[in-house]
């Protein structure tokens, strides 16, 4: 149970990190379908932990 915790904590942040990171490649100009990829992939990771 304890670890099921941890895990969903830790993917929570990391996507918070992976949405911070895609604001800041918006602001240096970054094509947008590069952003797009980052975004969806790193945000997917929580999800995926969840329903697994």
Request: overall charge positive; glycine content about 8%.
């Amino acid at each position: 149970m304890e670890y099921e915790k941890d895990i969903r904590l830790r993917t929570k942040k990391f996507a918070v990190r992976i949405i911070k990171l895609t604001i800041e490649l918006k602001a240096k100009g970054v094509e947008y379908s590069l952003r797009d990829q980052i975004l969806r992939s790193g945000t997917s990771v929580g999800a995926n932990v969840r329903e697994g």
